[in-house]
């Protein structure tokens, strides 16, 4: 497949737009799937405006009320769901039967459901991760996509803020999500997470889901820890988002590696945004930078005042602007 350089887009310092104001959903509920697991769905906006579904963060992450606000609730059919085992779906915690190919599944069991034909999809950090491995596998339901803090989810990249790279940035921080594990494990610190976090005693898993959180909490914004979401000081969240995470990143996202930039000519002609900070330490740019390669048509955002966190002013704006474009669709 043809690959070009990619032209980024560098975001003005001027007036910049904010979210939309705060808007409640129209309808909710669980979705079935064919196991164990109950998904928790929303609906917002305007129920025959433009489709479009939100994917969150993590994973292990869940939907929350400014996820909605990237969308003009005048004119966007909004669908938000929390994935597997995330906030209000059933069980919570759960890694059975967890997999990037079910959380796929859910997407179209969900759109199926809605009766929506094609829609947008729109996801951030893991969500962009999950955004291209379902538009990879269903080109045809995809209108568009919305992409922000690019995360392909490569050896190189976990190795990056699990093992060493982010360490430097922040050893302060490092040394806080080491303090839980042994000096002898350090040599894999997501293999001694994942034993810690599976572990039959839920004090075990306590202790190093708020070690796990933290490190990314700290590591989120350019704004510093006070930008850390307030969810991940809350045990129950904290064990999920920690656990499915772990689960996820130690099977490496049950794709090959490379997976996804070997698949992008799928996507060549679906219409997309990717929006990346300068300074985003967790998923940082060079990924972005690789898939923009592999995806010439898509938009290609830097925002220069930014980290990985999406509430950042500068990420705010892209986005709005993002998906105020992709209503011409």
């Known amino acids: 497949m043809e690959r070009t ?14 979210l939309f104001p705060e808007n409640e959903p129209f309808a909710s509920g669980w979705l079935a799937t064919e196991g164990a697991h109950e998904i928790y769905y929303e609906e917002c906006g305007r129920a025959d405006g433009k489709p479009c579904v939100i994917l969150h963060g993590g994973p ?12 003009d609730p005048s004119r966007w059919r909004m669908a938000l769901f929390d994935q597997r085992g995330c906030g209000k779906s059933r069980p919570n915690a759960s890694l059975q039967d967890n997999t990037t190919w079910a959380l796929i599944e859910d997407i179209e069991r969900l ?12 996801g951030g950090s893991w969500g962009s991760t999950l955004a291209l491995a379902y538009a990879i596998t269903h080109p045809e339901r995809v209108e568009g996509l919305i992409l922000r803090g690019v995360f392909l989810l490569t050896e190189r990249e976990l190795k990056w803020f699990y093992q060493d790279g982010a360490s430097m940035l922040f050893p302060d ?41 933290q490190w990314e909490g700290d590591t989120i914004s350019i704004r510093g820890p006070e930008a850390r979401p307030s969810k991940f000081n809350e045990i129950d969240f904290a064990i999920a988002f920690a656990r499915i995470e772990c689960h996820f990143f130690v099977n490496r996202g049950f794709f090959p590696e490379g997976w996804i930039v070997d698949n992008a000519d799928k996507i060549r002609n679906i219409p997309g945004w ?32 930014a980290g990985h966190a999406s509430t950042e002013p500068g990420i705010v704006d892209a986005l709005v602007r993002a998906t105020d474009q992709a209503l011409m669709l």
């Open 5 to 18: 350089t990619p032209a980024p887009v560098v975001s003005a310092q001027g007036a910049r737009r904010g």
């Open 60 to 71: 292990g992450g869940a939907i929350n009320p400014t996820m909605r606000r990237f969308f």
């Open 111 to 122: 759109r199926e459901h809605l009766g929506v034909e094609k829609w947008t999809v729109f």
């Open 173 to 213: 921080a490092w040394a806080r999500f080491c303090a839980p594990i042994p000096e002898a494990e350090r040599g894999d610190m997501m293999a001694a997470y994942h034993k810690r976090l599976t572990h039959p005693d839920r004090r075990v898993q306590a202790e190093a889901a708020a070690a796990w959180s």
């Open 274 to 305: 990717i929006v990346q900070g300068r300074f985003d330490v967790v998923t940082p740019m060079d990924a972005a930078w690789r898939l923009k390669s592999a995806w010439p048509k898509a938009r290609f955002e830097v925002v220069w005042d």
